[in-house]
């Protein structure tokens, strides 16, 4: 008989404390900054999918493209008994390498969001009975504990969330899953690829406004969890390129003069008319780079797949 699972490694309050820290340190710092990761509130991840759907936005679409031509490949590669996905969320791009990979016995979803567990964790394990699913409900960007699992083990990082992360952030993240990594296990790496100025931006600031309440968003989230007085209405989206960096940077800037109030900080933070607010970047990659920061952190590439526009990447690397 199969088991389900689950495991908090992140304390009840962790979240609370978390953004705190966060939004004191960035909304006083010059530029200002927050980091994406409190865009995922219930309605900032429905949000999320609906920007998956768009026209505009490729990524998620060229993903599964590949996932679904080269599963067989991945598995015969891998030849995997436990899957490690980071950031699961649905879980719903996952099940194309599920249903591949031959030897599979455990699958270990991670994520902040508990009920995107539950609700993947329990549809899983009717679609594969005789699989065991051990979710742990944890942020992926700390140190990591896994439970005991059967290797070898194939750790997935899909949808270009490495992008997310500043360059020393990656090459923290990266070697500490090299370090979660015994002789024989794998990572399975997704990235965005650099391509033209227009279709970046495009796909970070899309005709039908998806993406600009998206990052609205995150005000709401400070706003509820926080108590402040942020009005979406008085910032713009903005999405750029910096072809140097070849990041796409999001940014929220203020319409006039502004102040906000943030009781739980007992803090107010003033914005000058035209001041940006960073709220994200996604770095785009090439092969060469992504193969460099691999390597630097102890991994050996094995394999890269794109999809048939080459827009989209996944590597292979082994321990
Ligand atoms: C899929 C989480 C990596 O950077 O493309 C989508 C999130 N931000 N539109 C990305 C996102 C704006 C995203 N990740």
Redesign the pocket.
Known sequence: MSTLQFTRTLPEDATGAALRTDVRTGLTASPKTLPPKWFYDARGSEL?DE?TTLPE?Y?TRAEREILLTRADEIAAATGARTLIELGSGSSDKTRHLLDELGELKMYVPVDVSESALRQAGESLRAEHPALDVHALIADFTAPLTLPATPGPRLVAFL???L??LLPAERAAFLSSVRALLSPGDTLLLGT?LVKDEGTLVAA?DDAAGV?AR?NKNVLNVINRELGADFDPAAFDHVARWDREREWIE?RLRARADLSVKIPELELAVDFAAGEELRT?I?AKFREGGVRTELQAAGLTPTHWWTDEAGRFALSLSRA
């Open positions: 999320f920007i936005y990524p949808g270009g969330t992008g997310n965005d970070y993406t998206f999001m994200e996604s």
